[in-house]
């Protein structure tokens, strides 16, 4: 059971270089979020969808556009990446609010 | 700005001590507040979670305890293991105003010393 699949697992971009992060979910999850995580900063909420063709801003959504075209994917779009916007990226699922979040092992992303 | 402030930032304990880690709120629209733990290189994983309609759940060694009144709440580890040294983040989770979130504290890494 593959749970939370996160495509790619590492990348490295140019300034200004655009780039798209794949999350796929098997669980049959209506919610879906991106995160970033940086040191010191926890996780924060980048965008968020609680169903196939919907998506929500969450606190850090500049520079970040999403698409939730079928249910069980969730895609992550940078059009200009930034320095600023290196981090670690995490997907998670829930079948519903207020029940268990699965995330994915994460993308480790550096832009130069 | 930190909707859900987490204490302390690190955490050293001896093997078999008690781990104690807390988290504070101000949004009194928090329905679900889980804890999750983090081990290097990989995703965060539900730990154990609980509803402001009680005051303290337990699971094994792992206890959350609720304080609506103060919009306070703690992790405690009991008989901390070596294991257990991990990053641990506190959650909480909200759909006010139609905007569904669950926001996250920064974390607190924890050592277990053997």
């Known amino acids: 059971n593959a749970g939370v699949t996160q495509t790619p697992k590492f990348r490295v971009l140019k300034t200004g270089q655009s780039m798209t992060l794949l999350c796929a979910q098997d669980?049959?999850?209506?919610?879906m979020y991106w995160y970033r995580q940086d040191p010191g900063m926890g996780l924060r909420l980048i965008h968020y969808?609680?169903?196939?063709?919907?998506?929500a801003k969450g606190e850090v959504p500049d520079g970040y556009n999403v698409s939730r075209l079928k249910k069980q994917n969730f895609l992550l779009g940078l059009e200009s990446a930034a320095p600023s916007q290196t981090s670690v990226y995490f997907c998670?699922?829930?079948?519903?609010?207020?029940?268990?979040?699965?995330f994915g092992q994460g993308t480790r992303l550096t832009v130069v | 700005q930190q909707q859900v402030k987490q204490s302390p930032q690190s955490l050293i304990v001896q093997k078999g001590g008690i781990s104690i880690i807390n988290c504070a709120y101000e949004?009194?629209?928090?329905?679900?507040f889980p804890w999750y733990q983090q081990f290097p290189g990989k995703g965060p994983a539900l730990l154990i979670a609980?509803?402001?309609?009680?005051s303290e759940k337990k699971e094994g060694r792992f206890t959350i305890s609720f304080n609506k009144s103060a919009k306070q709440f703690s992790l405690h580890i009991m008989d901390s293991q070596p294991g257990d040294s991990a990053t641990y983040f506190c959650a909480a989770s909200t759909a006010q105003g139609g905007s569904e979130k669950l926001v996250f504290g920064k974390g607190t890494k924890l050592t277990v010393n053997p």
């Open positions: 998670a699922s829930s079948y519903v609010r207020n029940t268990e979040a699965f």
């Open positions: 969808s609680v169903g196939e063709g919907t998506t």
């Open positions: 949004n009194t629209a928090f329905d679900y």
């Open positions: 609980i509803r402001p309609d009680v």
């Open positions: 669980m049959n999850h209506e919610y």
